[in-house]
């Protein structure tokens, strides 16, 4: 990017401030526990720092710790699909909101670890034709997610925020 100022650092706020931001929507849905949220959060920042200290710098693009918060986070998901399944209660998923919020986030950050794995090194070595097609991926990855949201947002307003057994 010639004559242009990098966005990366941007980017980076961003995703820390998304980490922030669904980590609480988590510990709504069903991460009750101080200090499931404190190892989480310990784990994140703790990466963050030695990224940012010893590999990649706050103003380049931190493909490394998006991958760890897309890691923490497809195991947060897949944590609260074991917990509504647990949950001894009927629970329609297809009409409940927080299902569709995390179905966005399983969705989103499963493709999206593949894609920040790779990132650098498609970014280093491949043609820029290349890295706009794979970008491009990510950009869809993020339209469906978006998509995925809006539908949370629509079950929400329909009176989908709790389980069916829930309601009286």
Known sequence: ISNS???????NLQDALQFILLLLIYREFYMKDVRALVAVTTIYCGFEIVNSLFFQDINS?????WAMGSLLFVGMSL??????????ELVDVAGYAPAWINAAVA???SFS?????VAQYVFSHASPDTSFVFWGFHNLNN????????????KGE?????ARSDRT
Not at 79 to 88: E, H
């Open 79 to 88: 944590g609260y699909f074991l917990f509504i399944l647990k949950k001894q």
């Open 61 to 65: 693009f931190q493909t490394w710790t």
């Open 113 to 117: 670890l593949y894609l920040f794995i």
């Open 107 to 109: 969705f989103y950050f």
């Open 5 to 11: 100022q990098s966005t990366a650092l941007s980017l």
């Open 158 to 162: 329909k009176g989908g925020l709790i």
């Open 143 to 154: 339209l469906i997610k978006n998509i995925l949201f809006a539908v949370a947002i629509y």
